[in-house]
DNA sequence: TGTATATATTTCATATATGTACTATCTAAG
DNA sequence: CTTAGATAGTACATATATGAAATATATACA
């Protein structure tokens, strides 16, 4: 049935060989793995016709939703979640196909403005029907209250995560 | 507090400016990429002194979690989530190293067989005690009431992911 | 048997991501 | 001022991943 029986099988041999393995802990990443390959997959996929990949319409979305449509290069990256040197790729490569434009900030000389132009607000636009569609396909029939727990726990985890 | 505290009102605004986006789809999703990015990067570190990267260590874990320590290209592939071009060239460099050995198949000649080696499985259960140290560390000071939620439905979202 | 189709793996060109070192600018302490 | 140290961004070499086509073998069935 589940793709993951067979992760769980391996675990439990893997506990058998050495049995100090944290069977939850590591449950809990694989599970985080395998769902965010396929989310990342299944966007690939619907994005391509807009000559966009993932990365990039989540830099795309992250200027979408910041009042004036503008941030900085470093903003950017964690908002992303992506290292800033492939945000200068990624960035120029958005720039060189209109979507964004990269201007000196006045404000502070060392600093670099990444704003969304006309035309990638209207790229976004025409694609966002199909990312909600999408969207609402992934979590399918999932009770809300199973959304809002999802969301809390992960949420929780994410935190521990940054606890350092 | 929160890293993630930026990404939901990035949200709240996107919903302004289109009121169709699924807020909770979305959330999850952003949650699922910030925890799996955090994780990949902390595993790379602590790998990093024993000559291996996260990719290279989820495959020889599949091997290790396997009776025979013995698997096939594809059903590596599916256990460790990477596409089979990669698992070709991930493959042969843990081969160059001398921790898997690749093998024809004679049950089906199209067939190769992965093994780990003697030193694969000394490699393995000589980082095996900074990855369960790291693992424990990860998830830190959840409750195990929410490990157990938590696990329950990532399992649900991933079938659901999977129900095409 | 022979032929069509499916499966397993690899090759190769290309796309994507990273670490490190570098330049420019800013801030603050003396 | 001016100098030391922080911060912002980029360049470049290298590492990593992908899609699509190619190769070899297996299976089904006419």
Do not use: W
Not at 6 to 33: G, N
Not at 67 to 86: F, R, V, W
Not at 143 to 151: F, N, P, T, Y
């Amino acid at each position: 049935m589940s793709s993951f029986l067979p992760t769980e099988q391996r675990l439990a041999v893997t506990r058998q060989r050495y049995p100090a393995f944290p069977r939850d802990a590591a449950v809990l990443i694989r599970l985080i793995k395998h769902i965010y390959k396929r989310v990342q997959d299944d966007a690939n996929a619907m994005l391509r016709p807009y000559g966009i990949n993932h990365p990039e319409y989540n830099l795309l979305m992250m200027l979408y939703g910041t009042e004036g449509y503008t941030l900085h290069p470093t903003e950017l990256a964690d908002a992303a979640g992506e290292k800033s040197a492939n945000i200068t790729r990624l960035t120029n490569e958005l720039a060189d196909k209109g979507l964004i434009a990269r201007n000196a900030s006045d404000e502070d000389r060392r600093k670099v403005t990444l704003t969304l132009t006309d035309q990638g607000v209207a790229l976004i636009e025409s694609f966002l029907p199909d990312v909600c569609a999408l969207l609402e396909h992934q979590v399918g029939d999932l009770q809300s209250r199973d959304v809002v727990q999802l969301e809390r726990l992960l949420k929780k985890f994410l935190d521990q995560l940054e606890r350092e």
